[in-house]
């Protein structure tokens, strides 16, 4: 184990491919209305908020007004939908094998995602990975969520790890700000779906999560 004690994972665009589900989920709520689906690509580009920003910019995208109430109506729809149809989404190949070997390792884990915290568990659970996570932070389980750095610091503190002594791994940008702004290291996970390895190529990036462990030896 290097200079850091504690790994903290985003988890859609992380450690789970979870467009495919989210994908279904969506347009399972849009076809009750009689709207077009849409494809995996529009949906990765929704990810990373929650559900109610999921929502809120599928609405956007279709030319459908602002509407505080049928939104949130369409955000339960949503939510029931996706949560009801399996874990919500695969975790990537070798994620678990990765979340194992750092847990022998030493290293703290913690999942920090704006994904609500029972749809998170319930994922994490579906594949094995919840014995080896020392701490779970949903975005509906702290007032604050990224990229607010207050999300990010709730999970350092279920850890008891300072943030010099974390790295965050994540895809999305809310990602880079909460943890930049906590004063935590940052691994983009390259292969996800907010495209920062190309915003922001000054960070250490990893092309697939099965690499995070040599990451970790050289750069932590």
């Not at 929502?55 to 369409?74: F, M, Y």
């Not at 399996?86 to 070798?94: F, I, S, T």
């Not at 080896?132 to 850890?159: C, E, M």
């Not at 702004?181 to 990036?205: H, K, N, T």
Request: glycine residues 10%.
């Amino acid at each position: 184990m290097g200079r850091w004690r504690a790994v903290l994972f985003d988890l859609d665009g992380t450690l789970t491919d979870s467009a495919p589900a989210l994908m279904a989920a969506l347009n399972r709520v849009w076809a009750a209305e009689g709207r077009q689906p849409f494809d995996q690509n529009a949906v990765r580009g929704f990810v990373g908020d929650g559900p109610a920003a999921m929502i809120e910019r599928a609405r956007k995208a279709h030319g459908l007004p602002a509407d505080t109430d049928i939104a949130g109506h369409e955000t339960e729809a949503f939510m029931a939908a996706y949560t009801g149809a399996g874990p919500g989404g695969d975790l990537y190949p070798g994620a678990l094998e990765v979340i194992q070997d750092l847990r022998r390792a030493g290293y703290r884990l913690a999942v920090c995602t704006n994904k609500p915290q029972q749809a998170a568990e319930h994922l994490l659970a579906a594949h094995g990975a919840m014995p080896f996570l020392d701490a779970v932070v949903g975005g509906d389980a702290t007032p604050r969520r990224k990229p607010d750095p207050a999300h990010i610091q709730t999970a350092l503190d279920k850890l008891g790890v300072a943030p010099a002594d974390a790295v965050l791994v994540g895809d999305g940008p809310q990602d880079v700000t909460a943890a930049e702004a906590a004063g935590v290291a940052v691994i983009v996970a390259a292969y996800g779906y907010g495209d920062m390895a190309a915003a922001r190529p000054d960070l250490s990036a990893i092309a697939r999560i099965r690499d995070l462990p040599a990451r970790l030896a050289v750069v932590g």
